[in-house]
């Protein structure tokens, strides 16, 4: 095997390891984040929930009518979706009023959730926010919103179970995969 040959064999084992590496270190923050809903009672001035899995709009709501929260962002609303169509229990919560519910509707990626919300917890006058969104999700989200988010803005996680409480690896992987390319441009 010529010297080159053997260069480009060595470099591609190093590029495979080191990737390798980077994947699991990544599957392990993920898997490595607990279900905050469960064990944790969160308050803040408003709360952003990132759509995208069950559960997630249902613990925001749960937060705004326990008043926990005084304002309610639900980010990444289908730009077709109503209010009453995401929350369906809303007859049922009186106390609740339209205008403490902001739905987010342009954002399409957990970057763009973090953009369009920080706008609008700024708008609002939010001194702080509790992030929901699921458990597997949550170490993107949370890593992104600081990112993006002033340090003078505290996020508390919030992370609720989707599913199963250990998500399937094929969901992890998936997820790591996400995370890992974020790692890169956005935290």
């Given amino acids: 095997m010529s010297l080159r040959r053997k260069a480009v064999v060595i470099g591609c084992a190093f590029l495979i390891s080191l990737s390798a590496w980077l994947f699991s270190r990544e599957a392990k923050r993920v898997r490595a984040f607990p279900a905050s809903s469960w064990t944790e009672d969160h308050s803040a001035d408003c709360a952003v929930v990132v759509t995208g899995g069950p559960g997630r709009v249902r613990e925001g709501f749960d937060l705004l009518i326990r008043r926990s929260v005084q304002k309610l962002i639900v980010s990444g609303v289908n730009p077709q979706a109503e209010l009453r169509e995401i929350f369906p229990f809303w007859a049922y919560h009186g106390e609740l009023r339209e205008s403490d519910v902001i739905l987010e509707k342009t954002s399409q990626t957990t970057w763009g959730n973090a953009q369009q919300s920080l706008a609008l917890v ?25 990112a993006q988010f002033p340090s003078s803005i505290p996020i508390y996680p919030r992370a609720v179970v989707s599913g199963s409480y250990r998500p399937a690896r094929h969901e992890t992987a998936g997820e790591a995969v996400k995370s890992l390319f974020y790692s890169f441009w956005a935290y």
């Fill in 122 to 146: 700024e708008a609002l006058r939010c001194r702080d926010i509790v992030l929901v969104t699921s458990r597997l999700h949550m170490y993107r989200a949370l890593s992104t919103f600081r």
